[in-house]
């Protein structure tokens, strides 16, 4: 009896070792035609205007374990994104010196913005419409509908200027989210118009949408922790359990079951109920802020974190252990994993 | 009726050779620094082309141009303009595989543009004139993906913005010793090899309203007053700034090579940007020059500047700043308003002497710093800003510097009296405010009255601070202190013009003893100058001269004897004697004439 258990134990034991090794095996196979990209704002011992020191655009084949600089070592470089649909593949930066995008893979880029467009904060894209883009800026949202030729300033309803991120509906591509100076501000005309949200609390550094229900948004902020709605915006709570400070990064594995804040001296946490309750990773990696997070849309359990000064940090198990995987010294503001 | 009755001597020069009259020694002191600059051997592209234009090392000059068009680890704005600088002066007398890797460095180096206003005048001036040496490129060619034409006309057009702005409302890095030379440099840069003459003339124009700017708040090569940025070694010794250097070469003054003076030489190692000045064929009107160097009568000036982008925090992206300044021939005694208008570097008011000894000046700060004030000018986070800029700036969040900006202190000055008041809040990392007295100076003695009198040379400083304080020794400077959250510095300034003997001076205060009145957020300090006026001053309440409000807001542009404009006309009127100078920067028009006796 003993032994027929031990032996059925074995045999789930070995079928799970193989389902597992089969997915990682095909999870690799993916990732072999994906590579992870990461914005790098900031180097140790960077001086903006001097010497070059390893800021800018990098990537990192998932078959390799280093980083190369692909877009200009001197480039403060605040966030990326990506557009794709049938063969017709567009990178973006948005970066001190503008918005730049490459239409070959990264061969070469062209900024398309101008002196009136400063520092591009972030980048949001119209899922449908290349030519439409929206960047966040210091100074407000601005807009193009030519493929970035000429940029018009959107900022009907808004109090303040200082604008950190944008975040374009998942239901509706006229519909976003603009992280803001005073508030989380939304339009549903494209930027035409913006109405505040009243998340309660002002400093809005980050914001998500629930990749399921989309009803749910959750907003990072400066020295209040994370807030949730779980009713498009009406009413707002604080998510329990988090410190209140400031929290940079959020983000939610592919099926939405899991959901990852970092910031400030935080480490990084994660809940499993849209952001009501949140328990902390254990063990957090000792890092002094996290930047940014990635989870692998096809593993859950794999986390990357890009962190203020100390790189790049991954783990395969949900964040139980950690290994620091390049970059370090940089500021990293933005993972992805793009072709 | 006789003030309108002008006669116009010159009208719309257009043509820089007609009013270009040398100083007597200008020309002497351009061949000395081209020859001395030749002689360095730090790599940069100032020192290149001086070599090259002299003929020194050309050899060197030629492996060093090189490695500064190969080396990939530098670039920007600094290398933008001084590159295309170089490259536009040297073009026919290099090698062509040496102009092909400096056209190369425009389409395979990122050059940065920064985030500040100096950053971007540097960037643009260098685009600007890139893309006119190289027209007509298609956008593979440039390393924004841009064409020739595209890059041209966004340098212009900001160029255009800037010469606007500054000529309206004002610089947000205004006044400033040390990054001076990263605006006058680029501008006669722009002016030298620009090839529109619209352009060209407003670049004449912008390098004439820097110098005029800079001369109406000159003495002996010292740049006076409260300024946007200053780095501390320029603060304590003021003739350690860059701007000494363009002060020697244009005003004369000081007299003597301020790199042949150790006290004076480590701040102009490596930074030979004058020589591009020196080679320019600009020149500076004569007008400018005596202004800089008339003190023979003491004059106030006023003007308003603005302050540097505000992308947080704020309800006005660009609030105006009001600077006030007492010039003589012995001293000047300078002011911003108070409060934040710079982060970092703000220096807000001081008392320079005329001296030919070092560390020449008296002035103190609230040691400021915060994430919150950082963030209102940069857009990183606020939580990292303080670290991130005290690894380049060093002394950021250090208790002890000497440049800082603070909501908690704030000026009143009068001709050659000023309050400070400070008003710190509980709880403030660096709860102290602290004052530099040079060691050097020729006396300092604290009188039984309460005030601190010093002298060096002709000119005497008292000092009255109303609540304790303490002295700590340094090693060039005494450095005053008070842990008083709330505290009111009086000081007033005077000379053996003025005064006579230094002991008349003494007398003359010693039965004036300032008043501290009110508390909590709102205390007011009353004194009466030595002339007689009455100076009632509430933190964050009005200025009382002599019973009437001081309203900033009538503030001119410029408002002085030598300098005036109205804010927004674009029109700045230099007047010295009967001698006019106007510069129309609406009209890109440039008029001279002279006034009826």
Redesign the interface.
């Known amino acids: 009896m003993a032994k027929t258990a031990v032996r059925a134990s074995r045999i789930v034991a070995i079928s799970v070792a193989v389902v597992s090794s089969l997915s990682l095996y095909a999870q690799r196979l993916e990732d072999g035609r994906r590579n992870y990209y990461a914005a790098v704002?900031?180097n140790r011992?960077h001086?903006?205007?001097?010497?070059?020191s390893n800021i800018g655009l990098f990537k990192r084949m998932s078959s390799d374990t280093i980083w190369h600089n692909i877009y200009?070592?001197?480039?403060?470089t605040?966030g990326i994104g990506f557009w794709e649909r049938g063969a017709t593949r567009r990178y973006y930066i948005a970066g001190?010196?503008?918005l730049?995008r490459s239409t070959d893979e990264g061969r070469?880029?062209?900024?398309l913005t101008?002196?009136k467009t400063?520092?591009i904060?972030s980048v949001a894209l119209d899922p449908v419409d290349s030519s439409i883009l929206y960047v966040a800026t210091?100074?407000g949202v601005f807009k193009s509908t030519d493929d970035g030729s000429h940029w018009v300033r959107k900022m009907k309803g808004m109090k303040?200027?200082?604008v950190?991120r944008l975040v374009v509906d998942r239901t509706d591509r006229r519909k976003l989210y603009a992280a803001a100076?005073d508030d989380l501000y939304q339009t549903t005309d494209g930027g035409e118009h913006w109405r505040q949200l009243g998340v309660g609390v002002p400093g809005i550094?980050s914001a998500l949408q629930h990749p399921q229900q989309t009803a749910v948004l959750l907003v990072g902020t400066?020295d209040h922790g994370v807030r949730v709605t779980t009713d498009g915006g009406r009413t707002w709570s604080g998510g329990q359990n988090l410190p209140q400070t400031?929290f940079?990064a959020l983000r939610s594995s592919s099926d939405g079951q899991a959901l990852y804040a970092g910031g400030?001296r935080t480490g990084l946490w994660k809940s499993e109920n849209l952001g009501r309750t949140w328990s902390l990773v254990s063990p957090a990696p000792n890092v002094e802020?996290i930047?940014s997070i990635f989870v692998h849309p096809d593993d859950p359990k794999h986390l990357l974190i890009g962190t203020?000064g100390q790189g790049v940090y991954e783990s395969f198990d949900g964040g139980g252990s950690w290994k620091n995987i390049g970059l370090q010294g940089a500021h990293v503001k933005q993972i992805e994993l793009y072709p | 009726m006789r003030n309108s009755a002008v006669i116009l001597l010159t009208v719309l020069l257009l043509v820089p050779s007609v009013e270009a009259r040398a100083q007597p020694s200008f020309e002497q002191r351009r061949q000395r620094l081209i020859e001395v600059v030749a002689g360095e051997r730090d790599r940069s592209f100032f020192t290149v082309t001086a070599k090259l234009v002299t003929g020194k090392d050309k050899e060197f000059a030629i492996q060093m141009l090189d490695s500064l068009t190969t080396d990939q680890s530098i670039g920007g704005m600094f290398y933008s303009y001084a590159a295309i600088g170089s490259y536009l002066r040297l073009r026919d007398q290099l090698p062509d595989s040496l102009k092909a890797k400096m056209r190369n460095s425009f389409r395979e180096r990122t050059m940065y543009r920064g985030d500040t206003e100096n950053h971007w005048v540097m960037y643009y001036t260098g685009l600007y004139l890139a893309a006119q040496t190289w027209p007509n490129e298609g956008r593979s060619q440039w390393y924004n993906g841009k064409s020739s034409d595209e890059n041209f006309r966004e340098a212009e057009e900001w160029l255009n913005l800037w010469f606007k702005t500054s000529s309206t409302i004002g610089q947000g890095e205004f006044d400033s010793p040390t990054y001076f030379i990263t605006f006058i440099t680029p501008v006669l840069t722009l002016y030298e090899f620009a090839s529109d003459p619209v352009m060209k003339r407003r670049a004449q124009m912008m390098a004439d309203l820097l110098f005029a700017d800079f001369a109406v708040e000159h003495l002996n090569g010292n740049y006076c007053g409260g300024h946007s940025r200053d780095y501390p070694e320029d603060i304590m010794n003021p003739l350690s700034a860059p701007a000494a250097l363009w002060a020697w070469l244009y005003f004369g003054e000081p007299q003597f090579e301020l790199w042949q003076e150790t006290r004076y030489r480590p701040r102009h190692r490596g930074g030979w940007e004058t020589v591009f000045g020196a080679m320019s064929s600009y020149r500076l009107p004569e007008i400018i020059y005596s202004i800089a160097t008339d003190r023979s009568t003491p004059y106030v000036h006023t003007e308003t500047k603005r302050v540097r982008n505000i992308i947080r925090f704020g309800l006005e992206k660009n609030p105006p700043v009001y600077k006030y300044t007492y010039m003589t021939r012995h001293y000047a005694l300078g002011s911003l308003q108070g409060g934040i208008l710079q982060p970092i570097q703000q220096h807000t008011w001081d008392v320079t002497f005329a001296s030919d000894k070092p560390y020449n000046t008296i002035f103190t700060l609230h040691p400021f710093y915060s994430g919150k004030e950082l963030a209102m000018f940069f857009p990183e986070e606020q939580k990292f800003l303080s670290d991130e800029v005290d690894r380049y700036h060093k002394i950021y969040t250090n208790p002890n510097k000497w440049n800082s900006s603070s909501p908690f202190e704030q000026t009143f000055q009068h001709k050659n009296t000023i309050l400070v008041l400070y008003n710190i809040d509980k709880g403030i990392t660096h709860p102290h405010i602290d004052g530099f007295f040079p060691k050097n100076l020729d006396e300092r003695s604290i009188d039984p009255s309460g005030w601190i009198f010093c002298r060096m040379g002709a000119t005497y400083v008292a000092f009255y601070s109303l609540r304790p304080y303490e002295w700590i020794e340094e090693e060039i400077n005494w450095r005053w202190r008070s842990f008083e959250l709330m505290n009111c510095i009086v000081v007033e300034v005077g000379s053996s013009d003025e005064e006579g003997p230094f002991e008349q001076f003494k007398r003359n205060l010693q039965a004036r003893s300032p008043a501290l009145t009110g508390g909590g957020r709102n205390p007011t300090i009353e004194y009466t100058t030595r002339s007689g006026d009455h100076m009632k001053f509430t933190f964050n309440g009005p200025r009382l001269l002599n019973g009437k409000p001081v309203n900033f807001a009538e503030y001119k542009f410029f408002n002085g004897p030598y300098l005036h404009s109205e804010r927004k006309s674009g029109v700045v009127t230099m007047t010295y004697k009967n001698h006019v100078r106007e510069l129309d920067f609406d009209k890109a028009t440039i008029k001279e004439w002279q006034k009826l006796q």
């Open positions: 704002f900031l011992g001086v903006s205007g001097g010497a070059s200009r070592p001197n480039l403060f605040f001190g010196n503008g730049h070469t880029w062209r900024v101008t002196w400063e520092e904060l210091p100074f303040r200027w200082y950190q100076e550094l400066e400031s940079y400030y802020a930047y203020c």
